[in-house]
C-alpha cells in the first residue's frame, strides 16, 4: 500500500485550473444536476440517491465516502473531435489514481477504472448541449459499496485499502479534475492521437475477452486488440477476422 502526503492546500482545487468547483450534500444524480451548468463548472456530491451507470438499467452506489463528481467541459468545433471524450476521461481518471500512488489501476475498455479485476471507478459521459460536455466519475474513496449492494461483493476496489495516509474526498477530486483538464487539452490540441496511443501501450494485447453485442442474446468469444483511432475496439474471433465496435455497440465485455 503507497503512502500519500498531499499538500492541505485548500487552493489545491484552483490549482486544478480555476474549476467553479461546489460539493453538494445529496442529490440524485450529479450529472443530471450538472445538465445546464456552464464549461469548468465541477459538482460533488457527498451522496446520490440516484447514480446513474452507462446503461438505463444500471444503478451507480453512491454511499457517503465515495467521490461522487460532474464536471461539465467545454466541447468547441465538430462534434465527431469529442465522440472519444468517455475514453479520453478513462485515460484521466487512470491518469489521476496513478498519480495518486496506485501503479496497479488500469482501464478495461470502455472506461471502467480497475484494479485487478476490482471496479475502483466508474464513468458516465453524456452530452446534453452542442457547446458541452457533462463528465461524471464515480470513484470509491473511503466507502463500502458492497454493504448497499451484496452483488458487488468482490468486485469493487476503493482507494482507502490502496493509499494510506491523510486525504479527503476533495483532495482525490482536485487530482481528477488536474488530470480531466489535462486529457481536455490533449484533445483538444492534437485529437485522440496521444491518449489513444498510451492506452494501446498500456493494454496486456491480445487478451481473451466475452463480449455481448447489443441487440444479441450470446456473448461472443473474442481476442482483445486495443483501439483504433477513433477509440473503438478492436477484436478477432476464432476466424481471425478483424471488427470494430464502438462502445454504444458493447452491452458487456468481461476479460476472461
Ligand atoms: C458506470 O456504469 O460505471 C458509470 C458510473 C458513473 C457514476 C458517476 S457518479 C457521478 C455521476 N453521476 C451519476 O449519476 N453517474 C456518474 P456501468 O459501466 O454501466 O457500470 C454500472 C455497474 O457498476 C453496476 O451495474 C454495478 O455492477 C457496478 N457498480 C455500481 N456501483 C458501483 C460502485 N460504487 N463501485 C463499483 N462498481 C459499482
Same mark, same amino acid.
Request: charged share 25%; aromatic share 6%.
Given at each position: 500500500?503507497?503512502?500519500?502526503?498531499?499538500?492541505?492546500?485548500? $487552493?489545491?482545487?484552483?490549482?486544478?485550473?480555476?474549476?467553479?468547483?461546489?460539493?453538494?450534500?445529496?442529490?440524485?444524480? $450529479?450529472?443530471?444536476?450538472?445538465?445546464?451548468?456552464?464549461?469548468?463548472?465541477?459538482?460533488?456530491?457527498?451522496?446520490?440517491?440516484?447514480?446513474?451507470?452507462?446503461?438505463? #438499467? %444500471?444503478?451507480?452506489?453512491?454511499?457517503?465516502?465515495?467521490?461522487?463528481?460532474?464536471?461539465?467541459?467545454?466541447?468547441?468545433?465538430?462534434?465527431?473531435?469529442?465522440?472519444?471524450?468517455?475514453?479520453?476521461?478513462?485515460?484521466?481518471?487512470?491518469?489521476?489514481?496513478?498519480?495518486?500512488?496506485?501503479?496497479?489501476? %488500469?482501464?478495461?475498455?470502455?472506461?471502467?477504472?480497475?484494479?485487478?479485476?476490482?471496479?475502483? !471507478?466508474?464513468?458516465?459521459?453524456?452530452?446534453?448541449?452542442?457547446?458541452? &460536455?457533462?463528465?461524471?466519475? /464515480?470513484?470509491?474513496?473511503?466507502?463500502?459499496?458492497?454493504?448497499?449492494?451484496?452483488?458487488?461483493?468482490?468486485? $469493487?476496489?476503493?482507494? *482507502?485499502?490502496?493509499?494510506?495516509?491523510?486525504?479527503?474526498?476533495?483532495?482525490?477530486?482536485?487530482?481528477?479534475?488536474?488530470?480531466?483538464?489535462? &486529457?481536455?487539452?490533449?484533445?483538444?490540441?492534437?485529437?485522440?492521437?496521444?491518449? !489513444? !496511443?498510451?492506452?494501446?501501450?498500456?493494454? #496486456?494485447?491480445?487478451?481473451?475477452?466475452?463480449?455481448?453485442?447489443?441487440?444479441?442474446?450470446?456473448?461472443?468469444?473474442?481476442?482483445?486488440? +486495443?483501439?483504433?483511432?477513433?477509440?473503438?475496439?478492436?477484436?478477432?474471433? /476464432?476466424? +481471425? *477476422? *478483424?471488427?470494430?465496435?464502438? !462502445?454504444?455497440?458493447?452491452?458487456?465485455?468481461?476479460? $476472461?
Amino acid at each position: 500500500m503507497t503512502n500519500l502526503a498531499i499538500a492541505r492546500d485548500p $487552493t489545491q482545487i484552483a490549482g486544478a485550473g480555476s474549476w467553479d468547483y461546489r460539493v453538494l450534500d445529496v442529490v440524485d444524480s $450529479t450529472n443530471t444536476y450538472a445538465a445546464r451548468l456552464p464549461p469548468w463548472t465541477a459538482i460533488r456530491a457527498k451522496t446520490q440517491t440516484a447514480g446513474r451507470g452507462r446503461r438505463q #438499467e %444500471r444503478c451507480w452506489v453512491s454511499d457517503v465516502g465515495g467521490l461522487w463528481l460532474s464536471a461539465v467541459l467545454p466541447c468547441p468545433g465538430l462534434r465527431r473531435r469529442w465522440e472519444v471524450l468517455p475514453l479520453a476521461i478513462g485515460w484521466a481518471v487512470v491518469d489521476a489514481v496513478h498519480a495518486l500512488g496506485v501503479t496497479t489501476v %488500469r482501464l478495461r475498455w470502455p472506461n471502467d477504472v480497475m484494479v485487478g479485476a476490482a471496479k475502483l !471507478a466508474g464513468l458516465l459521459v453524456e452530452r446534453y448541449t452542442n457547446e458541452s &460536455a457533462v463528465v461524471g466519475i /464515480g470513484l470509491n474513496v473511503f466507502n463500502f459499496p458492497e454493504r448497499s449492494l451484496p452483488a458487488l461483493v468482490g468486485r $469493487t476496489a476503493r482507494l *482507502a485499502d490502496l493509499i494510506r495516509g491523510d486525504y479527503s474526498i476533495d483532495d482525490v477530486a482536485a487530482q481528477v479534475l488536474r488530470s480531466v483538464r489535462k &486529457a481536455h487539452n490533449s484533445v483538444l490540441e492534437s485529437g485522440f492521437g496521444v491518449i !489513444a !496511443a498510451d492506452l494501446n501501450r498500456g493494454w #496486456e494485447k491480445p487478451r481473451r475477452v466475452k463480449i455481448t453485442l447489443e441487440g444479441e442474446d450470446v456473448s461472443i468469444d473474442a481476442d482483445f486488440h +486495443g483501439i483504433d483511432p477513433e477509440g473503438r475496439l478492436r477484436i478477432t474471433r /476464432g476466424d +481471425g *477476422a *478483424a471488427e470494430a465496435y464502438d !462502445a454504444a455497440q458493447v452491452v458487456l465485455l468481461r476479460e $476472461t
